[in-house]
C-alpha cells in the first residue's frame, strides 16, 4: 500500500514538474531508472495511474480554488458593494450572490428557476446583478435598457420580462416592453444612451476579466465562483460556506 502511494506520489510530483526543471533534477541514467520502474509498476498495477491523475486534478482544483479567492479579495466592493449595482432579494441580507449575466444566454434563462428557488428558501440573500453583455449587439441593447430601467425604478420588471422573450433583443421589443411594464419609454431610450450606463457596463466587463470569467451565467458567493449553469444544491453549499465564519 505505502508503495503504491509513494509511485502515484513520485509519478504525479514528474507530471507536475516543468521539462526544464526535471532535466536539471536527474541525470540521463537516474531518468532512465526510474522510468523503467514506473512503466513496470504501470504493468503490475495501472490503479497507479488513475491515482496520479487524481492527484493532478486535486492540485488543479487547489490552485484555481486559490486564484479565485485572490481575484475575489482583489476586487473588493467593486464586487459586492458597487453603488448603483441592481439588486434583488434581501437588500439587507447577509450573504451576497452576484450573478455576472447575458440577457441572451440560453443557459442564464435557464437557471432563473432555479435562483428564484435559493431566494424563496433563504431569506437573508442579496442578489446583484451584473450585466455582462458579451453575446453580441442584441445583448448590449439589452443590458442598457435594462440599467436605463434601474433609473425609473423598473430593472426587475423588465429584467422578467426580456428574459422570458425572444434573445433576438431590439430597440422596438424593448419600447413594447417599456410600454407594457408602463415605463416612460422616452426617457428609457434617452438614457440607455447615457454615459453612465455605458461606464457600469465597461466596468462590468473589466471586472468579469479580472476575475478570469469566461462565460455567463456566473455565480460569486464568499470566496468561491460558480461557473457556468448550476445546480441548486451547489448555490446553497456555496452560500452556507460563506456564512461559515
Known amino acids: 500500500m505505502f508503495k503504491r502511494l509513494f509511485l502515484s506520489l513520485a509519478f504525479a510530483a514528474i507530471l507536475l514538474t516543468p521539462p526544464v526543471l526535471r ?19 504501470l504493468k503490475t498495477d495501472p490503479s497507479i495511474l488513475r491515482e496520479a491523475v487524481a492527484a493532478l486534478q486535486e492540485d488543479d482544483q487547489h490552485q484555481s480554488e486559490a486564484v479565485a479567492r485572490a481575484a475575489i479579495a482583489a476586487a473588493g466592493p467593486a464586487l459586492t458593494r458597487s453603488p448603483g449595482d441592481p439588486v ?18 440560453p443557459y442564464c434563462r435557464r437557471m432563473l428557476p432555479t435562483v428564484a428557488a435559493l431566494l424563496a428558501q433563504d431569506h437573508d440573500i442579496r442578489l446583484v446583478y451584473k450585466d455582462l453583455p458579451v453575446l453580441g449587439p442584441a445583448s ?37 416592453a417599456a ?13 440607455m444612451e447615457s454615459p453612465d ?7 462590468n466587463l473589466a471586472l468579469a476579466q479580472k476575475l ?21 444544491a451547489d448555490l446553497q453549499s456555496a452560500v452556507k460556506s460563506a456564512r461559515t465564519p
Open 23 to 41: 532535466a536539471q533534477s536527474f541525470t540521463p541514467a537516474q531518468r532512465a531508472e526510474l522510468v523503467q520502474i514506473l512503466r513496470d509498476a
Open 88 to 105: 434583488a432579494g434581501n437588500p439587507n441580507g447577509h450573504v451576497t450572490l452576484v450573478e455576472f449575466y447575458d440577457v441572451r444566454c
Open 140 to 176: 448590449v441593447i439589452g443590458a442598457r435598457a435594462l440599467l436605463a430601467a434601474q433609473k425609473q425604478g423598473g430593472y426587475q420588471k423588465l429584467h422578467d420580462a426580456l428574459m422570458a422573450g425572444s434573445p433576438d433583443i431590439t430597440e422596438e421589443m424593448v419600447k413594447s
Open 179 to 191: 410600454g407594457r411594464l408602463g415605463l416612460d419609454w422616452p426617457r428609457l431610450k434617452a438614457e
Open 197 to 203: 450606463v455605458l461606464a457600469r457596463i465597461n466596468a
Open 212 to 232: 478570469q470569467i469566461q462565460g455567463t451565467p456566473a455565480y460569486i458567493v464568499g470566496q468561491q465562483i460558480l461557473p457556468g449553469a448550476v445546480e441548486l
